[in-house]
């Protein structure tokens, strides 16, 4: 009997150890269990030229985020003056419009995302001038020209002898006085410019 108790005893203490050593491994140590949290770093980073909002705060250097598995994270490009944005580079996996400036990105991994900006490139109109019989465009010239966006560009309108200038015919929406010899046109678009004469039959 003495000894049937003892190995009750032993027994009884195995079970409890058994059950203390055994843990179920859901701990915040313990891998995939409930208790877990599951992070993940996102850097955010830009080129010369301009900023990048994280959810409405302003970075002005790159910067490493700390969210949890899941987490929506809204982004917004804002260019410099004189600058544009271009796209996202990077880890643009979950973007889902990397030429978007304010997009959300859904952060399951760690993550490095650039916003590109960049310098417009400069916009330029083509000037086609021509004249008709009886005289020359002596400024700037007949001949097609280049001119960057917005220029104003001076004409001249220059009759032979014996003729005089009448008018501007074309695309001459941006010409000031189209009934002047002297005048300007202003670039927003490729034009094609006449300078029409007649004879002058006042001149002796």
Same mark, same amino acid.
């Not at 302003?58 to 004189?82: E, Q, R, W």
């Given at each position: ?28 140590? =313990?891998?995939?269990? =409930? ?10 980073? *830009? +080129? ?16 490493? !985020? ?18 544009? &944005? ?7 996996? +979950? ?21 590109? !900006? ?11 001038? &021509?004249? +008709? ?7 700037? =010239? ?22 005089? &200038?009448?008018?501007?015919? =074309? ?10 010899? *002297? ?22």
């Amino acid at each position: 009997m003495y000894m049937r108790k003892i190995s009750c005893f032993f027994i009884a203490a195995a079970l409890i150890s058994g059950m203390v050593g055994c843990g179920d491994g859901n701990g915040v140590n =313990g891998g995939n269990g =409930g208790d877990s949290y599951e992070s993940y770093n996102l850097t955010i980073d *830009s +080129t010369a030229g301009g900023v990048v909002a994280v959810n409405s705060s302003k970075i002005l250097t790159k910067t490493t !985020f700390i969210y949890g598995a899941g987490t929506v994270v809204s982004l917004n490009a804002i260019p410099d003056s004189d600058y544009q &944005f271009v796209k996202w580079t990077g880890d643009v996996g +979950t973007i889902d419009n990397v030429h978007a400036s304010e997009i959300n990105i859904t952060v399951n991994d760690n993550y490095y995302i650039m916003a590109k !900006f960049e310098i417009p490139p400069t916009v330029q109109y083509r000037l086609a001038i &021509f004249s +008709t019989a009886g005289g020359l465009v002596t400024t700037p =010239g007949e001949d097609g020209f280049t001119y960057n966006a917005g220029t104003v560009v001076n004409l001249m309108a220059t009759p032979a002898r014996g003729y005089e &200038f009448t008018k501007w015919t =074309g695309d001459v929406d941006t010409i000031s006085n189209v009934n002047a010899a *002297s005048t300007t046109i202003t670039m927003n678009g490729d034009y094609y410019i006449c300078a029409h004469f007649r004879e002058d039959y006042t001149c002796g």
